[in-house]
């Protein structure tokens, strides 16, 4: 009994490090033999806020101890960078920002990426700042609500300086005076972490870095760790590609303009299919950019507007109206707030032109080809000439348009006589006898 005893105490022994190595939290980035990166050289968008997203949850399914993002971005939309925020502060695993490689930045909202990371660093040569919020155009937010947005954002870095202990003064200066620096000032002021020439070199710093992660600490362990580098699938390269508010524009009009073609003059089929799918790809951008669905119903009303052109003789008001309702639309389509969602004027001006010009050019051309005499068909005789064949008394034959015609006139025309067709009734003509003189 007593060698049981003893022999079950070593075994506890034994056991009870392995235990631990598996079920605390900290051990799971000393147990990872790996390291995940990502490149992000864009604007922030739906598409990067969504390769981020399902960077950072392949990086806690596949049990990697860290992700590196290598940003290099001028700024972008709000609500993606909110986005991009929340996934970052709330990942399971530590998320490292390098602002890299040199000559890159960390403008507008990659400010709020880039401070919000467990480790914040950037390369010789880098800059970070100018958080102040703007229209895509770079004009200030409209004076009504530039209040309400600067006000939100500086209550928003500063959540993040706090929890992530960075320097709460530089954050609001960048957003209320649009303060830049550099990264050897950032690294001064308390902005990031570290600085760092290159990937080895950053790689070397991390080493043995030690985080505190909700009640418990993490050490890196990245000299030797493989490094696996994550790439955007076909569905995030779409995605962010047509993100950008003045590509989804361009898209919509597209999308529109052959669907209007398509209806105006049946039978087309190209301008259908690449209308619709351009439509197609316009709607799954708008999904995820801040639209205002008072610029798409306003955009539809300029469409209904073109099509009743063609089947009413408005004398160009429909048209007038519709071109009204397109700029308004336009104008209106992308809300304001914050980064961005507003279209650049040298999208806009042209874009608005040549597809008004379009929908007006259809428009004219099948309202005329619908008041134009008919060329074909039993309606094209009516007006023809020809001569009368068998004297007409008052029946008789004409030949017309290269046929012998049954006709009837209301007087006798003898053969030979040239004759107008009056009207068509039942494969008869009534026709009139034309004057030799």
Sequence with gaps: MRCTGHFRQLLLWILTPLILSVFL?????????????????????????????????QS?????????????????????????????????????VYVYPSGAQAASAGVFVTVAADIAAMAPGTNIGAAHPVASSGEDVPKTMNEKVVNDMLAFARSIGQQRGRNE???EDAVKESVSITAEEAFKNNVIDLVADDIPDLLKKLDGWELQRKGYSVTLHTLDAEQRTLEPGWLHQILRAI?????AYILLMI??????????????????????????????????????????????????FFILEIKIASYGMLSFAGV???????????????????????VFIPTVVAVSAFFVAIASLAFRAQMRKPQTGIDALQGETGIVRQDLSPVGKVFIAGELWNAEADEDIAAG????????ENLKLKVKRIDAN
Aim: glycine residues 10%; hydrophobic residues 50%.
């Design 255 to 304: 999308g529109l303009a052959g669907l209007y073609f398509e209806l105006s003059q049946p039978g087309a089929i190209l301008p259908g299919v690449v209308g619709g799918i351009a439509l197609i790809l316009a709607l799954y951008a708008l999904q995820s950019l801040p639209v205002n669905y008072a610029g798409i119903l306003l955009i539809l009303l300029a469409i209904i």
């Design 169 to 171: 003064q530089w954050l």
């Design 243 to 247: 993100s950008n508010p003045n590509i």
């Design 417 to 424: 006589q040239r004759v107008q067709v009056v009207s068509v």
């Design 25 to 57: 939290p900290g051990s799971a980035c000393r147990a990872a033999t790996h390291l995940n990166m990502i490149h992000v050289q864009d604007s922030i968008n739906p598409g990067v806020q969504d390769f981020i997203e399902s960077a950072i949850e």
């Design 324 to 346: 009204t309702c397109l700029i308004l639309g336009s104008l209106m389509l992308f809300r304001t707030r914050g980064y961005g969602g507003q279209l650049d004027m040298s």
């Design 60 to 96: 806690e399914s596949d049990g990697a101890q860290c992700l590196i993002i290598f940003l290099d971005t001028p700024g972008g939309l709000v609500t993606s960078m909110r986005g991009i925020v929340q996934s970052i502060l709330n990942s399971k695993i530590p998320v490292i």
